[in-house]
């Protein structure tokens, strides 16, 4: 492994009374911007009715956590506080507001980062019960992991690394949704587990983790891959591809403000089907571990255990290809050992200049705003090169360059037209689910894949269609000023007259009643029998219920940092006032007042486009 020692050294986010950096100041056009038309379009719509110039060069960003000012390090309003939160997590309550203005966002952010890992997906299934092997095949079944992952979200205790596991996981993608082995709901609680344990780590040993398990072997074909023979069979190239295109390098080399590098006019390629073929054999004579040999009968046969789910992939020597690889500009020499040789090509792949600006612009998309200017990428590339420390690949470093940069803080960022991005729909969900407060009463969290478009949120968590995730980081949606203005909008894929509408009618549902959940807690419940488990409190909306304008005021601020227009604030005012409530009322006029609120303000563009 080169160049990552003490990759979990803690970084001392502590801003200090130099002179601040302060970058160009962000433009300040009206709001109604391409991302709030499109998004108002979409829902009005459901409702019926950068390239580089060639040879350029960048300097590198080196930034010092430790000793780093900030121009923007402290919240100005309880506005600030909550743009900030619901980029840094899923949701921004009170308290949360109230802990970010005390502290300013360097230190609440350091004291996040130091948060001790929460309860593992794994040890949550098997305290649910999903290890016991009988006739009802929970091993054999893909529904655990959906309980598992929803639970993780909307209850855990750390939020950030949460959030932070959550846009990991739509990077390094290994869908859930084709998985066809033996206790499958255990390596996917697995996988999300390598996820968040290496949130605050480092890349180098994330790629490797990744690189190795179950879930992303068989995934992507690494699992039983095996080297070259005489009647013409050659190492499956599907991981090395893939782990090229999509987990470290791009397609195209990249100036270190996440520009193309061009010769002649045209970007450059980042690697060749040579290197895709040579680096194939490296990910060869790999097999889930299933060493232990124990077998646990069920009925009338036998099964693994479920311990290889959570081991990285054994090695067989005799699987794997002794030719040379020459991959990149390196060359692995013919007969080298197979863990050696992996090493090697990780080592490789994590050093390579493209990994910083590929990954800083995903991650800046997953957070932030979809297009980010080129001086936040190489900000935030230079990061991941160097954490002022000397380590590469330093993943809180990342975090803090993506959610500190002045292009993210500047409280006159959700003013500007390119600022922002659509919030994903699961986010959504998560948000509303941690703003006020649901519970699943029986701690049994049975929330299913919510993929489907009509009905539901078009989108669920480990559940991509593709090794391409939901969505494309460089998808411009056709036809829009967004294409004209050459801006990229990402989460906008999923965006159509289906998949709104099937957003407003599932949370609507959602809002009122809740998830419906199959009861009783234990996992063997008849699937016929279903109750509203996991509910809602709204129990701060309630106490604000008689007073229209502050209920709206304050979902404004919990929900969209307060972004919401008058005009907006206008209709939903108009539409609230229309049914008297006072003190007096029943509780159930009370809470139809409540669900109307929040529906509503969860379907503006305001929201829509998180800014």
């Not at 499958?184 to 609680?189: F, N």
């Not at 080297?227 to 090395?240: H, T």
């Not at 077998?295 to 290889?308: K, L, N, Q």
């Not at 991941?384 to 690949?393: A, L, P, T």
């Amino acid at each position: 492994m080169t160049n990552v020692e003490a990759p979990h050294e803690a970084i001392e986010l502590v801003p200090d009374s130099r002179p601040h950096r302060v970058t160009a100041p962000v433009s300040t056009p009206p709001s109604n911007g391409p991302l709030m038309a499109a998004a108002a379009a979409a829902v009005l719509s459901a409702c019926g009715g950068g390239g580089g110039s060639e040879g350029s060069t960048s300097t590198p960003v080196v930034v010092d956590f430790a000793t780093a000012g900030y121009a923007y390090a402290n919240p100005v309003s309880d506005a600030d506080a909550a743009r900030f939160l619901q980029q840094a997590q899923f949701s921004s309550t009170v308290e949360d507001i109230a802990a970010v203005r005390s502290k300013g966002y360097v230190t609440w952010l350091a004291t996040e980062f130091s948060q001790p890992l929460g309860p593992t997906g794994w040890d949550w299934l098997e305290a649910r019960g999903y290890g016991v092997a009988d006739s009802n095949s929970y091993f054999f079944n893909m529904y655990p992991a959906d309980f598992m992952v929803w639970n993780q979200l909307l209850s855990g205790s750390d939020p950030v690394r949460r959030r932070m596991a959550l846009a990991l996981s739509e990077f390094f993608v290994a869908s859930m949704s084709s998985a066809e082995f033996t206790w499958r709901s255990h390596a996917y609680a697995s996988w999300w587990d390598t996820l968040t344990r290496n949130a605050f780590g480092n890349y180098r040993q994330l790629l490797e983790d990744v690189t190795l398990h179950p879930a992303m072997g068989w995934f992507l074909n690494t699992k039983g891959n095996q080297k070259e023979n005489n009647s013409g069979r050659v190492p499956d190239e599907n991981y090395a591809r893939e782990v090229m295109q999509l987990f470290t390098i791009g397609l195209v080399q990249l100036n270190l403000d996440g520009t193309p590098r061009l010769s002649g006019g045209r970007p450059i390629d980042s690697y060749g089907q040579s290197d895709v073929s040579n680096l194939a054999r490296v990910f060869t004579g790999y097999d889930f571990d299933t060493s232990d040999g124990v077998r646990i009968p069920v009925d009338t046969y036998t099964i693994e255990s479920r311990a290889f789910a959570r081991k990285p992939m054994s090695f067989n020597a005799s699987r794997h290809s002794n030719l040379a690889a020459t991959f990149l500009g390196t060359t692995i020499p013919a007969n080298t050992p197979g863990r050696t040789a992996l090493t090697t090509a990780l080592d490789t792949l994590f050093n390579h200049p493209n990994v910083g600006p590929f990954f800083a612009r995903q991650m800046i998309q997953r957070l932030v705003t979809s297009n980010p200017s080129p001086a936040y990428v190489a900000h935030v590339a230079g990061a991941f090169n160097d954490n002022g420390k000397g380590v590469r690949g330093d993943l809180k470093a990342v975090w803090a360059a993506i959610l500190l940069h002045d292009e993210a803080r500047d409280p006159r960022s959700p003013a500007s037209t390119t600022f922002g991005k659509l919030r994903e729909p699961m986010v959504r969900f998560v948000q509303w689910a941690r703003t006020f407060g649901a519970q699943s009463a029986a701690g049994s969290w049975k929330i299913f894949e919510l993929n489907n478009s009509s009905s539901q949120l078009g989108q669920s968590p480990l559940r991509a269609p593709s090794v391409f995730n939901f969505f494309r980081p460089g998808y411009v949606p056709p036809g829009t000023s967004l294409s004209d203005s050459g801006a990229t909008a990402p989460e906008f894929q999923l965006v159509n007259e289906t998949t709104v509408g099937g957003y407003l009618n599932f949370m609507q549902g959602v809002i009122e009643r809740g998830i419906n959940c199959p009861n009783p807690a234990v996992p063997q419940a008849a699937w016929d029998n279903y109750a509203y488990d996991v509910k809602a409190t709204y129990a701060r909306e309630l106490a604000l219920v008689t007073d229209a304008n502050a209920l709206i005021n304050h979902l404004s601020l919990v929900l969209c940092a307060g972004q919401l227009s008058s005009e907006s604030r206008g209709y939903m005012l108009t539409a609230l006032n229309a049914t008297n409530v006072t003190s007096a009322s029943s509780p159930d006029v009370k809470l139809r007042r409540v669900y109307a609120a929040v529906l509503m303000v969860m379907a503006c563009p305001e929201y829509l486009i998180q800014k």
